[in-house]
């Protein structure tokens, strides 16, 4: 290796996968995150060398997230080194892919179950009737809200929907 720091990635590399350093997954897994981060850098217009301080930032960023997602995920450990998917695809993951049972991949279910029981408990308030009769359709499904539309000594106007049947009308 030309360069300290890719000889450094490769050493905690072999050392979080517990493999040796001259096996093909240490080396093709730092020459994917070097690709990376060369590609990165060709996106905005940086020469990827050494000494350009903003490519060896996303060599280094790189770097720290998949040996952070390594020290963390023993299942990606686990698809690495039985070859289940391939270093250029680690480089590729998304972060709840990278460490499944991650706080990621928590937040994203606890989003997901929040959306299923906001869902239900719509759904389930539509199923309650209400005090009013539709006139259309009889259900007793109904919702309704109260305004003030008139002066302030005569009672409140009584908008009502119904729920089968979407009539609107005033009491």
């Given at each position: 290796m030309e360069n300290s720091t890719r000889?450094?990635?490769i050493d905690r590399i072999s050392t979080l996968l517990e493999i040796p350093k001259d096996d093909?997954?240490?080396i093709n897994l730092e020459k994917n995150i070097l690709n990376y981060a060369t590609e990165q850098?060709?996106?905005i217009n940086q020469q990827?060398?050494?000494d350009n301080?903003?490519?060896?930032?996303?060599?280094?960023q790189k770097f720290l997230q998949i040996q952070h997602n390594l020290k963390n995920?023993?299942?990606l450990k686990g698809w690495i080194i039985d070859k289940k998917i391939k270093t250029k695809d680690v480089i590729e993951m998304r972060p709840e892919d990278l460490w499944p049972d991650g706080p990621y991949a928590k937040k994203m279910e606890d989003r997901i179950i929040k959306e299923m029981r906001k869902a239900y408990l719509a759904k389930e308030s539509k199923n309650q009737d209400g005090f009013f009769k539709c006139g259309r359709c009889k259900s007793m499904k109904t919702t309704y809200y109260q305004m003030q539309t008139r002066s302030a000594d005569e009672p409140m106007t009584v908008f009502v929907s119904c729920l089968?049947?979407?009539k609107n009308w005033k009491c």
């Open positions: 000889q450094f990635a093909t997954i240490c850098a060709r996106k990827p060398a050494w301080h903003k490519y060896t930032g996303m060599y280094k995920s023993p299942v089968n049947c979407d």
